[in-house]
């Protein structure tokens, strides 16, 4: 049995990471870049070539520097590759960019029933069985060359293994490809001739081929390739793997995406983004979710350093409000982002987003009827006060938080090192101690009474 460090490429849209993790289950080395999305006649495309150079040549380093002998991939949703032989058929898609309305208007209507698939409708590409359909309407052979339709954690698997297979977590995540109650491909798969072109399954972790890799002094290591998983579900895995059972995971990064295992399917409403997704071992769990980390950037200006209580109280004091939407999605859609009350600049408009992105977790955990214990993992928890400020609003729930941000590397990790009969990681978490903001339950009732007028509004506009 290996005892030699694993390398984990954890894979997302804006920042992709590198982290080696030793078989005592700590962090002993890691890198990073940006994708580059480029633009091809009218489409906005990843520069696939430039990104797997960027991992070899990474991966060939701490093979060299730490013994690394294995390497696996987490994957945000979402994306997805066409592959014939040994390579693309056509280039991968950013999923954030709408088909025209002609083309949608035609392929939306060709979606399963919310009731079979538990994917919501969602704009862009946020199904990717969306943008197959686009593709589809826009090279009507485009997917008869192809041989496989490989989910975007197993795209990175083939490059380096040279196996395409399919995965669970990811076709299960909001695809309209999975039907979870059935444990099977949906109608549309069937409908469009696709069951074919998916790849037999692996299990997220399993060893599915080999990777040679030629260190500076010219030896070539093989490292085990690992199949691959969808980010958030790894993270859910990883805190069940540390000993938590009955409990809300608030994963948040660009998404804030929220699983509450005790929750029924029947509770989902596909109107507010909730959806089912499926876990490794292929049970639906619900879900909801809303573009958290994307919006706070976008409604703090940009703040990079974390928010401090006195401004937190100042904003409340004012009564200034951060409403949604700041980004396409989430419970509270067809609203354009907006500021209400006394206008704030600087550190009160980040206090702002951070309060904003609190609430906005609040309401979520409420539709998703969360009364359990909270564990929140990722970038959020750098803002420094979004675990108090939940904590907070949430006096009934105990919140921890992760000492370790990068929950999906580590879950990714964890089904490699469960592969080799290894469990390395010890439960770190922290119980987050409520932040002391006089006036947050006013301020809360009132944001949510905001909300809920902007919904009104919307539905009387809908009647008419």
Same mark, same amino acid.
């Given at each position: 049995m290996s005892t030699a460090p694993i390398a984990v490429f954890d894979l997302g849209k804006t920042n992709s990471k590198l982290f080696v993790v030793s078989s005592g289950g700590k962090v002993v080395d890691e890198a990073r870049t940006r994708p580059v999305w480029r633009e091809e006649k009218d489409l906005r495309v990843l520069d696939d070539a430039a990104l797997l150079a960027w991992m070899k040549d990474e991966l060939a380093r701490v093979a060299a520097a730490h013994g690394v002998d294995s390497v696996t991939f987490s994957g945000h949703g979402c994306t997805f590759a066409l592959a014939a032989g040994d390579a693309l058929v056509h280039p991968i898609l950013d999923y954030e960019q709408e088909p025209p309305a002609e083309i949608a208007a035609r392929i939306d209507a060709m979606a399963p029933d919310f009731r079979e698939t538990f994917s919501p409708p969602l704009p862009l590409g946020f199904n990717y069985g969306r943008h197959l359909l686009w593709l589809d309407a826009r090279e009507p052979d485009l997917l008869d060359k192809a041989d496989a339709i490989l989910a975007y954690p197993q795209f990175w698997s083939w490059r380096f293994s040279g196996r395409k297979v399919s995965e669970v977590s990811y076709l299960g995540c909001h695809s309209n490809l999975w039907a979870p109650l059935k444990d099977d491909f949906s109608s549309l798969v069937d409908r469009m001739g696709w069951r074919g072109k998916m790849p037999e399954f692996s299990r997220a972790g399993a060893v599915i081929g080999t990777h040679a890799v030629t260190l500076g002094d010219g030896r070539t290591v093989e490292v085990?390739?690992? @199949?691959?998983?969808? &980010?958030? @579900?790894?993270?859910?895995?990883?805190?069940?793997?540390?000993? $938590?059972? !009955? $409990?809300?995971?608030?994963?948040?990064?660009?998404?804030?995406?929220? $699983?509450? #295992?005790?929750?029924?399917?029947?509770?989902?409403?596909?109107?507010?983004?909730?959806?089912?997704?499926?876990?490794? !071992?292929?049970? #639906?769990?619900?879900?909801?979710? *809303?573009?958290?980390?994307?919006?706070? &950037?976008?409604?703090? %200006?940009?703040?990079?350093? #974390?928010?401090? /209580?006195?401004?937190?109280?100042?904003?409340?004091?004012?009564?200034?409000?951060?409403? #949604?939407? $700041?980004?396409?999605?989430?419970?509270?859609?067809?609203?354009? +982002?907006?500021?209400? +009350?006394?206008?704030?600049?600087?550190?009160?408009?980040?206090?702002?987003?951070?309060?904003?992105?609190?609430?906005?977790?609040?309401?979520?955990?409420?539709?998703?009827?969360? &009364?359990?214990?909270?564990?929140? &993992? +990722? %970038?959020?928890?750098?803002? %420094?006060?979004?675990?108090?400020?939940?904590?907070?609003?949430?006096?009934?729930?105990?919140?921890?938080?992760?000492? @370790?941000?990068?929950?999906?590397? *580590?879950?990714?990790?964890?089904?490699? *090192?469960? !592969?080799? %009969?290894?469990?390395?990681?010890? @439960? !770190?978490?922290?119980?987050?101690?409520?932040?002391?903001?006089?006036?947050?339950?006013?301020?809360?009732?009132?944001?949510?009474?905001?909300?809920?007028?902007?919904?009104?509004?919307?539905?009387? /506009?809908?009647?008419?």
């Open positions: 085990a390739v690992h @199949n691959g998983v969808h &980010d958030s @579900n790894a993270a859910l895995y990883f805190y069940r793997s540390l000993g $938590f059972a !009955d $409990f809300t995971l608030v994963s948040t990064g660009t998404w804030v995406i929220v $699983f509450n #295992p005790a929750s029924p399917l029947e509770r989902l409403d596909q109107t507010r983004d909730m959806l089912a997704n499926v876990t490794v !071992d292929r049970q #639906p769990v619900a879900t909801i979710r *809303f573009m958290g980390g994307r919006e706070y &950037d976008v409604a703090s %200006g940009g703040w990079t350093r #974390p928010v401090r /209580e006195e401004a937190l109280a100042s904003v409340i004091a004012k009564r200034a409000f951060a409403l #949604p939407s $700041f980004a396409a999605g989430g419970p509270v859609p067809g609203h354009a +982002g907006r500021f209400s +009350g006394p206008a704030v600049e600087g550190e009160e408009r980040a206090a702002a987003a951070l309060l904003y992105v609190a609430l906005m977790t609040d309401l979520s955990l409420d539709l998703i009827g969360s &009364d359990n214990t909270i564990v929140i &993992d +990722g %970038g959020l928890v750098r803002t %420094g006060l979004y675990a108090a400020v939940l904590a907070a609003l949430r006096p009934g729930q105990t919140v921890h938080t992760s000492a @370790n941000p990068e929950g999906s590397a *580590f879950g990714a990790a964890a089904l490699v *090192f469960e !592969d080799r %009969g290894q469990n390395p990681f010890v @439960n !770190d978490c922290a119980v987050a101690a409520p932040a002391a903001l006089a006036g947050l339950d006013a301020y809360r009732r009132e944001w949510r009474r905001q909300v809920e007028a902007m919904q009104a509004g919307t539905r009387k /506009e809908k009647r008419a």
